[in-house]
């Protein structure tokens, strides 16, 4: 229990630091790479962030591998 309580600590204090550095991720051009696929339309957006999805699995995946080594 104390495993999953602590993941969930990680994963919430991942998403506020996310939250807090926005603004610069911004300017990385996260969200606007290659890959990522947007259809617009008169009054119809789509967005499927498919790489920026992809990147951001592989860096968490990094950093929970390093936390639980």
């Given at each position: 229990?104390?495993?999953?309580?602590?993941?969930?600590?990680?994963?919430?204090?991942?998403?506020?630091?996310?939250?807090?550095?926005?603004?610069?991720?911004?300017?990385?051009?996260?969200?606007?790479?290659?890959?990522?696929?947007?259809?617009?339309?008169?009054?119809?957006?789509?967005?499927?962030?498919?790489?920026?999805?992809l990147?951001?699995?592989i860096?968490?995946?990094?950093?929970?591998?390093?936390?639980?080594?």
């Amino acid at each position: 229990m104390a495993i999953m309580s602590r993941a969930l600590i990680a994963i919430g204090l991942v998403l506020v630091l996310a939250g807090l550095l926005w603004p610069w991720l911004v300017r990385l051009g996260l969200g606007r790479l290659p890959g990522d696929i947007v259809i617009r339309r008169e009054g119809f957006t789509f967005y499927a962030p498919i790489t920026t999805g992809l990147i951001v699995g592989i860096v968490l995946s990094l950093i929970f591998w390093l936390i639980n080594r």
